[in-house]
T-cell receptor
């Protein structure tokens, strides 16, 4: 158990809908990262937050947005869903943001868009 | 960020044998991290080796780093069926910029350990 929790575990929804994925980092970790893993694209970085502020953006679509709240949990919002958004979404946390420490991954949310 | 490239893409061995997988990268690094992913599960951090280290051990894992060749290897000794997983390396650039960094993964090495 990494100490990172993600809810829900599974999500099935229709195209055009909007969903929110939630992540709680390990106690004491200030940085949260979101990753998307699909069969054709592999594991890709989406976005990073550190202590409530956005720090880095990766291959995140404009239809996707995220935020980190004062209690450090984070939410990833996916809207106007398309079939191609079906994937595993992971969040990870680390104690800081400089890259000198490992990231701890949550169990993921499996999103299926029908 | 930069992506590590793992080799081989797939490796199948008998239980008890050693497994070696390699990682190559392109630019100077601060450190290099190895992760394991069991099918459909989250990644698990295995080991972090800093740019000034040449070798590091953790249980049955041995990681080496050759910064002159920009390569790293992960050795799993006396493998077990439970080691069956995909293994990824993540090189962390020497300068990530703006106090941010993200892990960039390649396709990984898919290890199958046959009982």
């Amino acid at each position: 158990d990494s100490g990172v929790t993600q809810t829900p575990k599974h999500l099935i929804t229709a195209t055009g809908q909007r969903v929110t994925l939630r992540c709680s980092p390990r106690s004491g970790d200030l940085s949260v990262y979101w990753y998307q893993q699909s069969l054709d694209q592999g594991l890709q970085f989406l976005i990073q937050y550190y202590n409530g502020e956005e720090r880095a953006k990766g291959n995140i679509l404009e239809r996707f947005s995220a935020q980190q709240f004062p209690d450090l949990h984070s939410e990833l919002n996916l809207s106007s869903l398309e079939l191609g958004d079906s994937a595993l979404y992971f969040c990870a946390s680390s104690v800081e943001s400089s890259g000198s420490h490992e990231q701890y991954f949550g169990p993921g949310t499996r999103l299926t868009v029908t | 960020s930069q992506q590590g490239e793992e080799d081989p893409q797939a490796l199948s061995i008998q239980e008890g044998e050693n497994a070696t997988m390699n990682c190559s990268y392109k630019t100077s690094i601060n450190n290099l991290q190895w992760y394991r992913q069991n099918s459909g599960r989250g990644l698990v951090h295995l080991i972090l080796i800093r740019s000034n280290e040449r070798e590091k051990h953790s249980g049955r894992l041995r990681v080496t780093l050759d910064t002159s060749k920009k390569s790293s290897s992960l050795l799993i000794t006396a493998s077990r069926a439970a080691d069956t997983a995909s293994y990824f390396c993540a090189p962390i650039p020497a300068y990530s910029g703006a106090g941010s960094y993200q892990l960039t993964f390649g396709k990984g090495t898919k290890l199958s350990v046959i009982p």
